[in-house]
């Protein structure tokens, strides 16, 4: 099925560790998004590429870093991760900044625990 | 800096009701705006973007309005079915990258048998 595939779903980690949230897209979108959803809370948004090669920060980038080497994949990566991260995460794609015809599309999320 | 209050926060409905929900945001330079349905522990599944440009968006039983002006949009469900518990979230755009979408809290929905 076409859409925003996210692994893994759930995680664990300990305090210091380090990991990679991987996001993928089938829809040759153009614009990618990082978000975290903690309880009770909007969404925010941590990262977004506007194509390959282009990233640019959100409203809460700090402790994260992505990469955009190809259209399809925007990986997360936390390197030292702090209980502050818990939290979900969800990935979002849209062909354009301003969604367009068809908006922006979400991925199922990885619900990420730091302890 | 785009800000969504939606209302209420919390419904609890026999089923069968006609349902309003109600989100506001302060900037109204908007592109368009996106409701998402959240179930428990999943993703946002989109239900209806509606353009800057059109007053009102339908899909099945539901129908989105907007008035961009007075920085609102209704969310209307008509003959509500416990398969419609859920979080409802609106998003207007204000742009793409950093300004793209922002989010309320939603409105957490329960429809009762």
């Not at chain 2, 961009?68 to 207007?92: M, N, W």
Request: net charge neutral; with cysteine; charged share 15%.
């Amino acid at each position: 099925n076409a859409g925003v595939t996210q692994t893994p779903k759930f995680r664990i980690l300990k305090i210091g560790q380090s990991m990679t949230l991987q996001c993928a897209q089938d829809m040759n979108h153009n614009y990618m998004y990082w978000y975290r959803q903690d309880p009770g809370m909007g969404l925010k948004l941590i990262y977004y590429s506007v194509g390959a090669g282009i990233t640019d920060k959100g409203e809460v980038p700090n402790g994260y870093n992505v990469s955009r080497s190809t259209t399809e994949d925007f990986p997360l990566r936390l390197e030292l991760a702090a209980p502050s991260q818990t939290s979900v995460y969800f990935c979002a794609s849209s062909l354009l900044g301003t969604g367009g015809n068809y908006g922006y599309t979400f991925g199922s999320g990885t619900r990420l625990t730091v302890v | 800096k785009q800000e969504v209050t939606q209302i209420p926060a919390a419904l609890s409905v026999p089923e069968g009701e006609n349902l309003v929900l109600n989100c506001s945001f302060t900037d109204s330079a908007i592109y368009n705006l996106q409701w998402f349905r959240q179930d428990p522990g999943k993703g946002l599944t989109s239900l209806l973007l509606i353009q800057s440009s059109q007053r009102e968006q339908t899909s099945g039983r539901l129908n989105a309005s907007l008035d961009k002006s007075s920085g609102r949009s209704t969310l209307y469900i008509a003959a509500s079915q416990p398969g419609d518990s859920a979080t409802y979230l609106c998003a207007p755009n204000s742009g793409g990258g950093a300004d793209g979408l922002t989010f309320g809290k939603g409105t957490h929905l329960i429809i009762q048998p």
